[in-house]
């Protein structure tokens, strides 16, 4: 069936440059075919921006799926994945870190990442979103000090966006108290 359709780079090229033109179709195609999933996370290199917006949109969908499927993945979504200046990158791979169930050096790095992220005085609005997200959930479940993600929050309270400002605060509400510290395996 996939080997008559167009390559997947193909068919996410093109359209409007804001949409995400035949990206469910290539969701469904690869959640029903996972062999074509390597195809799909070497769109992520494209030279062309639109490309990798929508395959990282694309492999945020099926992450939500089938997070297992993105393990062999992690070296280079922790390396050079994140690496990509890209906005839209940026964000999926946030979403992406809190669906992979990784390990505590994986973590240690998801957690720089989005550290940098956050630090970057001109952070992106979703990108902002997406990185405190996934922040809070690892301290939530433990496995990161909530004492290292409240100054980041902290400092999304100054971002340029109301919606980054309003996010923060909830998020710093929402994160357990800093007696939890040293009881998960990376905290």
């Known amino acids: ?23 469910p179709q290539v969701v469904s195609e690869v959640l029903v075919n996972p062999q074509l999933l390597p195809e799909l996370y070497d769109c992520l290199c494209s030279d062309d ?25 992690l070296p280079r979504l922790l390396g050079d994945v994140a690496e990509i200046p890209q906005a839209s990158v940026q964000w999926h ?17 998801a957690v720089a990442i989005l550290t940098a992220n956050l630090s970057d005085p001109h952070v992106d609005w979703i990108v902002a979103s997406h ?8 301290a939530s ?4 000090s909530p004492a290292t993600v409240r100054p980041l929050l902290e400092r999304q309270l100054q971002h340029r966006s109301n919606a980054v400002k309003k996010r923060a605060a909830k998020l710093l ?9 040293g009881k998960g395996p990376n905290a």
Request: net charge negative; hydrophobic share 40%; with cysteine.
């Open 1 to 23: 069936m996939a080997s008559d359709d167009p390559a997947l780079r193909a068919r996410l090229t093109g359209g409007k440059p804001n949409s995400l033109g035949e990206v």
């Open 173 to 181: 509400l929402q994160l357990p108290a800093d007696d939890h510290a």
């Open 141 to 144: 479940a433990g496995t990161v």
């Open 131 to 138: 990185c405190m997200e996934t922040l809070t959930q690892f």
């Open 93 to 109: 791979l946030a979403q992406m870190f809190g669906e992979i169930e990784i390990t505590d050096s994986q973590r240690s790095r």
């Open 49 to 73: 921006q639109w490309v990798r917006m929508r395959a990282g949109d694309a492999l945020e969908k099926i992450c939500r799926v089938h997070p297992d499927w993105f393990v062999p993945y």
